[in-house]
Each structure stands twice: as C-alpha cells, then as structure tokens.
C-alpha cells in the first residue's frame, strides 16, 4: 500500500464534527477504490487539512476523491519516517506540523542532519519531532511534532537553521475519534 497525502484549504473554516461527518459520505467510494483514510489533521483556524490515506496506488486515491468532488491537486505520494523508538501513542500525540517545500529534490537525511545539529533547540522549547511525510519527488515534507505550541516549534526551527514554509497546531480527526460512528 502507499501513503497518500491531500493537502486541503478551505474559504471558509471548518470543524472536526465537520470533517468526520464528510468522511462518513465517503465510504462507498473508498472501499470501491480500497483506499483507507488512515486521519486528517485540521489546522486549529479551520482554514486548512492535511488527509493521510494509504492506497494501492495514488490514482486509486485521486479517483475516489474526485468521485466526491474534491480538488486533488495538492495529493502526492508520501514515504512515511518515524521518529525511533516513537510508538503509536507518542505519534497519535503530535499536534504542530512543520511545512516544507524545496525548489530542487533533496535527501531526506540531509534535512534530518541540520534537525540533528539543532537538536538542544527542540529540547529547550520541549518540542518532541515524532513523523515525517516525505515526497517522491523529494520536494516536499511534513514533519509531526508535539509541542506546547506552534509557536515553540517555529523558534525551534529557525534557531537550528532548519527551512519551513509554515508551523501551524491542528486537531486530529481520525477513525478512532470520538463522534466518529463505530470510533
């Protein structure tokens, strides 16, 4: 299965119950197409979402979301890395995502070295990374931190010297959230 990413913005902000009530919709297309939503991360302003789906292929996905009239032209194929030694309720924790774009491919454990070398500055604003979504084409990145806030993980960034575009907390919505059916 691959990981898929959908990065959403919205005009006008939505919910959590909002967000779980769209997905309840669209079940049939999913199945039909065997794409599993694994959560979506809603920025806290309402005004954007990351959707991480894993699917036989990315065209499975972009079939399935058009089918419900979604825009997929921010969706890409994702390779998936852990922090070591996070386990699934260290990650379910995250709650900032760090945005970053390259105008060229770059390798992924390049990032992580200038992460690496700023390391106290996470430490020193308790800011724990915990996941990154890295693109195939290797111009794009999610990184997952848990933090107290945004705001300690974009001075964490720019005292290591680490490139982003953007730092915003969110709300997770996901399969086992509560108000979701059967979660």
């Known amino acids: 299965m691959s990981e898929i990413i959908l990065e959403r913005q919205f005009d ?3 919910t959590p119950q909002e967000v779980l009530d769209g997905l309840e919709v669209s ?14 991360y809603l920025g806290l302003d309402g005004l954007r979402m990351v959707c991480h789906f894993s699917a036989p292929d990315m065209e499975s996905t972009r079939i399935a979301l058009r089918q419900l009239g979604q825009d997929t032209s921010r969706l890409w194929n994702a390779s998936r890395h852990d922090a070591p030694g996070a386990g699934a309720a260290e990650i379910v924790a995250a709650n900032v995502i760090v945005e970053r774009s390259f105008a060229d491919a770059v390798e992924l454990q390049a990032v992580q070295d200038i992460e690496n070398a700023g390391i ?3 430490e020193m604003r308790k800011v724990r990374f915990l996941r990154t979504y890295f693109s195939a084409d290797r111009r794009r990145m999610l990184c997952f931190y848990a933090a107290p806030d945004a705001e300690s993980v974009r001075q964490a960034q720019r005292e290591a010297g680490v490139p982003f575009d953007e730092v915003w907390a969110f709300d997770r919505c996901a399969p086992d959230s509560p108000g979701r059916a059967g979660g």
């Open 12 to 14: 006008e902000p939505t």
């Open 27 to 40: 079940g049939g297309c999913f199945d039909i197409h065997r794409v599993d939503w694994n959560a979506s």
């Open 120 to 122: 106290h500055c996470l």
